[in-house]
């Protein structure tokens, strides 16, 4: 993958609250959507669940937030640095942090696209170690995910290393891409009311979290096709190459994420499809590339299908 050189980097759609305090106190719901890829085993509990509507999930919930929406008392964003090592889009070829800039505007221009005015764009949170959102506090451990109570998409950068560390990934600024595109995903869903759909607490093969998360997988897929050709406020595209190694390594990521993965590798063991709450590795691969070949949200209708793969 390799960005454009040249090009303006927009960080105002970043709150880095690295190195920030903020304690892990309660919050409003429980609706939080990550990638299903938590540390220890499954972690199934709260944070690795999207349930949406409720207290913390309706769409209109969170409507107007300032910049700073979903801060803790005594916590703080300090964008300073990110802007002046993201200054250049070319920086995304050398730093983890600035491309995750480059793929946040990118991605949020594609959805703009495809929806227009009922998209309206969101942050994503740099955090270290833990932070405090309105869906609870969460931990690195978490792995990334969204709140729709706040609407913001929030990571622990030092994610991606465990990708690779722990679940055998190969790894790549692709598949980082797919992750974050992958929470945005989530907020589409928010947006539009598709998380209304899922019953709180619901798990198995064919329950309404997994098929939100395979439709999050999809539109991942969806954006990544258009992604060398989305223009920023340029007028051209942030990202200038997608290659075929660069795919092979997010279907890589996408079968290390899946729940039999990480049952059989980093839980007990013992593979049950009755706890399933994101999808299988071989059907977050499909769905991933159904978005992909397709470049069609429309094609990404993982509630009416009987055949989820």
């Given at each position: 993958m390799r960005y454009r050189e040249g090009g303006d980097l927009d960080t105002s759609s970043i709150q880095d609250r690295r190195g920030r305090s903020g304690g892990l106190g309660g919050g409003r719901g429980i609706a939080v959507g990550g990638g299903g890829i938590g540390l220890v085993g499954l972690l199934v509990?709260?944070?690795?669940?999207?349930?949406?509507?409720?207290?913390?999930?309706?769409?209109?919930?969170?409507?107007?937030?300032?910049?700073?929406?979903?801060?803790?008392?005594?916590?703080?964003?300090?964008?300073?640095?990110?802007?002046?090592?993201?200054?250049?889009?070319?920086?995304?070829?050398?730093?983890?942090?600035?491309?995750?800039?480059?793929?946040?505007?990118?991605?949020?221009?594609?959805?703009?696209?495809q929806l227009g005015p009922q998209y309206v764009p969101t942050q994503t949170v740099f955090f270290s170690g833990q932070v405090q959102t309105q869906c609870g506090g969460a931990t690195s451990g978490s792995g990334p995910f969204y709140c729709p109570a706040d609407r913001l998409v929030y990571i622990d950068l030092s994610f991606f290393d465990t990708l690779r560390s722990q679940f055998g990934a190969q790894?790549?600024?692709?598949?980082?891409?797919?992750?974050?595109?992958?929470?945005?995903?989530?907020?589409v869903q928010n947006l539009l009311g598709?998380?209304?759909?899922?019953?709180?607490?619901?798990?198995?093969?064919?329950?309404?979290?997994?098929?939100?998360?395979?439709?999050?997988?999809?539109?991942?897929?969806?954006?990544?096709?258009?992604?060398?050709?989305?223009?920023?406020?340029?007028?051209?595209?942030?990202?200038?190459?997608?290659?075929?190694?660069?795919?092979?390594?997010?279907?890589?990521?996408?079968?290390?994420?899946?729940?039999?993965?990480?049952?059989?590798?980093?839980?007990?063991?013992?593979?049950?499809q009755d706890a399933f709450t994101h999808g299988s590795s071989e059907q977050r691969q499909r769905w991933f590339l159904t978005g992909y070949e397709t470049g069609d949200p429309a094609r990404c209708d993982t509630f009416t299908t009987d055949d989820l793969g």
């Open positions: 509990i709260v944070l690795v669940q999207v349930l949406g509507g409720g207290s913390g999930g309706g769409a209109g919930t969170g409507a107007g937030l300032g910049a700073l929406a979903g801060l803790a008392e005594g916590e703080t964003a300090d964008n300073a640095a990110l802007e002046q090592s993201c200054d250049d889009s070319g920086d995304a070829n050398d730093s983890v942090e600035c491309a995750v800039v480059a793929d946040v505007e990118s991605i949020q221009d594609f959805w703009t696209q790894g790549g600024a692709f598949p980082n891409s797919y992750v974050i595109a992958h929470e945005y995903g989530h907020h598709t998380n209304q759909q899922v019953t709180p607490g619901e798990s198995g093969p064919t329950s309404g979290a997994v098929r939100l998360e395979l439709q999050a997988d999809c539109y991942a897929g969806a954006w990544a096709n258009h992604a060398t050709t989305v223009p920023d406020e340029s007028g051209a595209p942030l990202i200038a190459e997608i290659t075929q190694d660069d795919v092979d390594r997010a279907l890589d990521t996408a079968g290390r994420i899946g729940d039999d993965f990480i049952q059989e590798n980093l839980g007990g063991g013992n593979v049950d």
